[in-house]
Nanobody
């Protein structure tokens, strides 16, 4: 069955760094766009970064541009999120998403269970 398992979250001081990992299984990883989302209390889940399956196109949320870097290793079926210069407002639960569009009205979307990131002194 499909599994997305996030790891690497934790408590870090402002200005620090963390690297999140998402290990995927149960589907053809290289054909899926992989993304990281985060959710904070009282807010909707927001896109942090995405990495397409074709053309190595990456996108970032405005609040993390220049600080976060998404990468993927198709040989290891893993996507990473390197987070630098962390701020208290980066605190939240970070989710890994796998998405594949099959047609304009159909596709597959899978989510991991999330990993908590807390930025605090």
């Amino acid at each position: 069955q499909v599994q997305l398992v996030e790891s690497g979250g934790g408590l870090v001081q402002p200005g620090g760094s963390l690297r999140l990992s998402c290990a995927a299984s149960g589907f053809t990883f290289s054909t899926y766009t992989m993304s990281w989302y985060r959710q904070t209390p009282g807010k909707e889940r927001e896109l942090v970064a995405g990495f397409s399956s074709v053309g190595s196109v990456t996108i970032y949320g405005d609040s993390v541009k220049g600080r976060f870097t998404i990468s993927r290793d198709n040989a290891k079926n893993t996507v990473y999120l390197q987070m630098n210069s962390l701020k208290p407002e980066d605190t939240g639960v970070y989710y890994c998403q796998a998405r594949r569009v099959v047609s304009p009205n159909a596709g597959y979307v899978y989510w991991g269970q999330g990993t908590q990131v807390t930025v605090s002194s």
